[in-house]
């Protein structure tokens, strides 16, 4: 059986506790309005509603937080994280304790709404890149403490992950090169960094000019090379330099206008903050059903 992404990512991110503490800004001492208005024994039922074409995502989020905030919810899917959405459609119905469905409401719309109008803008991208071998990816531009749901989200939205933080992978970027004094000398110094402390991870490095790949290509010793800030046209002669050398990664200022153009030069990954960073929500709503 395959992992859900969930248990992919247990290490680094407990989902649980996430929901304890998103409960805990939000909830504080209770929610008075529900806890007023809403009989103890009440049960209820809620349908979540579409209200914007798009992708959709969160879906196994929902679910989980639902049953982490009561096991006895009787909840049931019509739609699955990736589909294609469009005004009107309903993705679930839950039902169970109208107070615990109330005070849940805004927790499980704020991801849902948000994982899917990240995936919208990952399956977007993706399109534009068709017939291309290049594959949409996200970076560290995420919100604190959302990190986990955002890179969920491109992934459903058919793109894939960049590291998921700086402990799996090392990246050598313009800075780490500046301060070290060069590339040869920052490759030397990673090396000698994870032989020290028996370390085997993944090496990619950035180039800001063709001299810099030439160093790169002599040295040799890396994963992926970081093509930054370079024209499409610009990239294409810096892959023809890489060949099949070393996987191949395009960033800085690529979106929807241009990102076709740095597809078709051959890259291998077009890593685009944006996906994270600046994104708008999709509409979801969920309503409660008399």
Not at 13 to 21: E, L, T
Not at 122 to 127: G, V
Not at 216 to 224: A, Q
Not at 252 to 263: C, D, F, L, S
């Amino acid at each position: 059986m395959t992992k859900s992404y969930i248990q992919l990512h247990a290490k680094h991110f407990n989902f649980k506790q996430f929901i304890i503490d998103a409960f805990h800004e939000d909830v504080g001492d209770g929610d008075h309005t529900s806890l007023s208005t809403i009989p103890a024994n009440h049960i209820g039922k809620m349908r979540l509603y579409v209200k914007e074409d798009g992708i959709l995502a969160g879906m196994e989020a929902a679910k989980e937080i639902f049953k982490i905030v009561d096991s006895k919810f009787k909840y049931k899917a019509f739609l699955n994280d990736g589909d294609k959405v469009k005004t009107g459609d309903i993705a679930f119905e839950i039902i169970g304790n109208s107070q615990k469905l109330l005070t849940t409401e805004r927790l499980g719309l704020n991801i849902m709404q948000r994982m899917s109008g990240i995936a919208t803008h990952t399956a977007h991208l993706m399109n534009l890149c068709k017939g291309t071998k290049a594959k949409v990816i996200d970076t560290r531009k995420t919100i604190l403490g959302f990190r986990f749901f955002e890179k969920w989200a491109v992934v459903i939205g058919g793109g894939a992950n960049h590291r998921y933080g700086l402990f799996d992978m090392i990246l050598i970027k313009d800075n780490h090169i500046d301060f070290t004094g060069g590339i040869v000398e920052a490759i030397d110094a990673v090396h000698a960094y994870q032989k020290k402390n028996k370390k085997k991870l993944k090496i990619e490095v950035e180039v800001r000019t063709l001299q810099d790949i030439n160093l790169v290509l002599k040295r040799g010793g890396v994963n992926r090379v970081l093509i930054d800030n370079f024209t499409p046209q610009e990239t294409k002669r810096a892959i023809q330099l890489i060949g099949n050398k070393y996987d191949t990664e395009s960033s800085g200022g690529i979106n929807e206008k241009n990102i076709a153009k740095y597809a078709a030069s051959g890259v291998d990954f077009i890593s685009v903050g944006a996906l994270t960073h600046h994104i708008k929500s999709l509409d979801l709503s969920l309503k409660a059903v008399k």
